[in-house]
């Protein structure tokens, strides 16, 4: 999972993405201070053997 975190003078925002992809092309559509985090969980089992 991917979340964008945005920082605003008035309030801060969290949006969540299933791609990288996805998020990136969201990152760039946002205008504010903005930090592009990927969320790894430990039982994901889609990450064995990473």
Do not use: C, P, R
Request: charged content about 30%.
């Amino acid at each position: 999972m991917w979340v964008i975190t945005v920082h605003s003078k008035d309030h801060i925002q969290v949006f969540e993405f299933d791609t990288e992809k996805e998020a990136k092309e969201a990152l760039a559509d946002i205008q504010d201070y903005k930090i592009l985090t990927e969320i790894i969980y430990f039982n994901d089992e889609s990450l064995v053997g990473l």
